[in-house]
């Protein structure tokens, strides 16, 4: 393939009209793709070409394309976002396929993400788990202390860093055979329950937080650990160790 | 205590943890007394008949053994079926091993490999044991049980249908060993490397080890 022919590809895509319907998987060629656009932009191409065939568009998540957002939910080739490490479909590129590849493209499986419509699925049940308890019920209105007023260890703060990073794609889910999202929610847990802010609510945090998760349908972590691998933003296992320990430590006193 | 302990995911996760523990401390007894076999039979004699007429052993230890088997299964089965229920439909590819190992995803299988023999295991030791102590209620002989392990081994199918229970008991242990430990919230940077070192090598030498033993007496026995 030389770079002007681009690539000839063969796109297997779940479409569904609504929650209400039935999906199935519909076979779409695409020819010409530049292998240095991105998958949305591979995606975006596809979508002219359905409308210029008088043809339905695929419908799928996007926003910020420059992998912050967490909107883009594509379930690529058997992989939460695709090939590759650390990254969201939009920084997924062609290049990363070969001329004449079949690529399935799928929403996120799980009961707790139903299907809005194709590729679009509902992400409100991490809204719900949000709201009962991931956030710090601090005044904010005017005379916020100074952050450095309160020492913390370099360690912790790192750590409560990096746990903040989650962007809330749902990738976690995606990926676990068991459709958990312990990855997800010990992220924020630990984000809070690190900092001395968040200490203060951590008991009641983890378990109206775990309670919302088991509420929303989510399955059980057994440790297969692809919920790290595929995480965009490499939230460590370590989190869901933090929020076992944290949840149990609360249960019991 | 909160009520939810025991009925959300991660006091589950924990029940599981916990029981697995047992289990694996268990595994590591039994392995002791039955590898004295192999180069003692006065000492793998005395062991049994111990264990077999203790009755700390025998009517203390013994139900807390079947209760904590029983509970790992059953509990396996029922975070089986819930996970399976949280993704109703399937992905029309799927590549797990892109992020995961065989072991972690595939615990059912090896458990019921497992479970399929222990029936097997019950039906040649366990049944025959208890049909001689407390049915027939035979005079204990101190010195039966080597001939009875001996005589199990001259089987060739016996031997072979044992080493391939004990290769996925190692699959199993490969994932569970540090799954449970991990479950717990036992997970550190100091420590958790050398949990997992200790982890494969329990998975692997102790069925290595059940391995020989089974060997060595079909190859004793020709």
Not at chain 1, 87 to 100: A, N, P, S, V
Request: with cysteine; charged share 20%.
């Amino acid at each position: 393939m030389s770079a002007t022919e681009g690539l000839n590809l063969t796109l297997k895509v779940w479409r569904q009209k609504s929650d209400k319907e039935k999906g199935k998987m519909e076979t779409y060629q695409v020819s010409g793709i530049s292998p240095d656009s991105s998958f949305l932009e591979m995606m975006d191409i596809l979508n002219e070409q359905l409308i210029a065939e008088d043809k339905e568009p695929v419908a799928f998540d996007h926003d910020c394309r420059e992998g912050i957002c967490g909107s883009c939910s594509m379930f690529i080739n058997g992989e939460a976002h695709g090939p590759g490490e650390m990254i969201t479909t939009c920084q997924l590129h062609m290049r990363e396929f070969k001329d004449g590849e079949t690529i399935y493209i799928e929403p996120w499986r799980a009961k707790a993400f139903p299907v809005i419509k194709d590729l679009v699925v509902d992400r409100s049940s991490f809204d719900r788990i949000m709201a009962s308890g991931g956030f710090v019920s601090v005044n904010t209105s005017g005379n916020t202390q100074d952050a450095n007023a309160i020492p913390i260890d370099k360690h912790d703060a790192d750590k409560a860093f990096d746990a903040a990073t989650c962007i809330g794609c749902g990738a976690c889910v995606a990926t676990c055979k068991n459709a958990s999202a312990m990855l997800f929610v010990s992220a924020k847990v630990s984000q809070l329950a690190l900092l001395p802010q968040g200490k203060v609510e951590a008991k009641e945090r983890v378990q109206n937080m775990v309670k919302q998760m088991d509420e929303e349908g989510f399955g059980n972590c057994t440790n297969t650990g692809a919920c790290e691998v595929e995480c965009p933003k490499g939230i460590s296992l370590e989190n869901i160790a933090r929020m076992n320990r944290e949840y149990l430590k609360s249960s019991i006193s | 205590m909160s009520k939810q302990l025991f009925s959300g995911s991660i006091g589950r996760k924990f029940a599981m943890a916990l029981s697995a523990l047992f289990l694996i401390i268990f595994l590591l007894q039994h392995f002791t007394i039955n590898f004295t076999s192999v180069f003692s039979e006065k000492t793998f004699n005395e062991l049994s008949h111990f264990m077999g007429t203790n009755p700390l052993i025998q009517f203390v230890m013994q139900p807390i053994l079947m209760f904590g088997v029983a509970f790992h299964f059953i509990m396996g089965f029922v975070l089986e079926i819930k996970n399976r229920n949280a993704r109703a439909v399937k992905y029309a590819k799927n590549n797990g091993a892109a992020n995961s190992s065989w072991m972690s995803r595939n615990m059912i299988w090896s458990g019921l490999f497992i479970l399929f023999f222990l029936g097997f295991h019950f039906n040649d030791f366990w049944i025959p044991e208890m049909n001689y102590k407390y049915i027939e209620v035979k005079a204990e002989d101190p010195d039966r049980y080597y001939d009875e392990v001996v005589h199990m081994f001259e089987n060739p199918v016996r031997v072979i249908i044992y080493c391939l229970s004990f290769v996925f008991l190692a699959l199993h242990l490969l994932h569970g060993f540090q799954s449970a430990f991990q479950s717990m919230g036992a997970r550190h940077d100091k420590y958790t490397p050398a949990i997992e070192k200790i982890g494969r090598a329990y998975a692997i030498l102790i069925p290595v080890g059940f391995i020989f033993i089974a060997v060595f007496h079909y190859v004793n026995s020709l």
